[in-house]
């Protein structure tokens, strides 16, 4: 009959240590019989005996005194090792793996990522953007954050705050070229578009058209792999992009960009924080989770209100129309 060694032999040098078989299995949690059961079935396993036993006490046989010698030190790094995991529940210490989107998510995440280190400095964190879509449990990923929905099944999601397409250009454009009256008049007009890192894709324009979502392709006059270089080009007046408001929202408030065609701006999609099973989760996890939560839950800082599309928007009056 096949046994657990590593059980038996634990459960017999509790029975030495603590100088009753009784006394190991109220400090293992089992019955007497099961303690006294696991020790017989351990000796017919290695064919010697190893305690003598009496109603009153129990004494190691020699074979038995080097069984123990022989595992003493395993069983001890053993329950160091089982000390430490425990641990490490209540230490706000050692490594955290994040990933998250490679465009955009620097100047989001990088806010969070100062503050969690500044008030927990035994932290490593350790950091991949990818535009690509990792392999949670392969890659050993504590925390994630991604644009859209997820492709792993098994963890948690949490919609942070939604991701806000503006059709955006500067006021130089603007006051250049006129601004577009209609989503056809786009076809007057130089447009930007994002070519997806992963699969060299260009991406259509994501609309809201009478609350339906719509994708629609525009020529580019310019197009890109890189977010923060399209952002560049419609900030220089080159073109009139669609540009999330991860990107766009510090711009349109200092007066840089300017929203047009509001009524077809979407918000169809958001940013999501993932994470596993919390209840098994090291406190230093937790604690950046809610950290993350405290800080990006509809933040301000990247959402713009209706009011501030609004106002943002009026500039257009001031520019040539076409």
């Given amino acids: 009959m096949p046994i657990n060694e590593l059980r038996s032999i634990s459960t017999f040098a509790k029975a030495v240590e603590l100088g009753s078989i009784r006394r190991a299995a109220q400090s293992l ?15 017919d396993h290695l064919g010697v005996r190893l ?66 280190c500044r008030m927990y400095p035994d932290v ?31 963890v948690i999601a949490r919609r942070l705050f939604p991701v806000q397409l503006l059709i955006c250009a500067s006021p130089e454009y603007l006051q250049q070229h006129g601004v577009p009256a209609s989503l056809e008049d786009l076809s007057n007009h130089r447009c930007s578009a994002f070519r997806h890192p992963a699969t060299g894709q260009v991406l259509a324009w994501y609309l809201n058209i009478d609350g339906e979502i719509v994708h629609r392709h525009v020529v580019p006059a310019l197009s890109t792999n890189d977010t923060e270089l399209e952002v560049l080009a419609v900030l220089a007046g080159q073109a009139v992009g669609q540009i999330a ?52 839950l509809d933040t301000p800082a990247f959402v713009l209100s209706a009011s501030e599309i609004r106002q943002a928007a009026a500039v257009k009056g001031r520019a040539r129309q076409r």
């Fill in 29 to 43: 949690g089992v019955t007497p019989q099961a303690a006294s059961q696991t020790i017989a079935q351990l000796e």
């Fill in 124 to 154: 490593q964190p350790d950091v991949q953007l990818d535009d690509g879509i990792s392999n949670w449990v392969m890659d050993r990923v504590d925390v994630g954050f991604r644009i859209g929905a997820s492709a792993d099944e098994g």
């Fill in 245 to 296: 408001n991860l990107s766009a929202a510090a711009y349109i408030r200092a007066g840089r960009l300017v929203p047009v065609l509001t009524q077809h701006i979407s918000e169809h999609i958001g940013v999501h924080l993932y994470y596993g099973n919390r209840t098994a989760q090291p406190k230093r996890v937790r604690a950046f989770i809610d950290l993350a939560i405290q800080r990006l």
């Fill in 51 to 116: 305690l003598h036993r009496t109603t009153r006490s129990l004494a190691l046989t020699d074979e038995g005194q080097r069984l123990l010698e022989a595992t003493r030190p395993a069983l001890a790094e053993l329950q160091r090792a089982l000390d430490q995991a425990r641990q490490s529940q209540d230490e706000i210490a050692g490594p955290l793996r994040i990933v998250g989107p490679r465009s955009t998510f620097a100047g989001i995440l990088m806010p969070v990522l100062e503050e969690f």
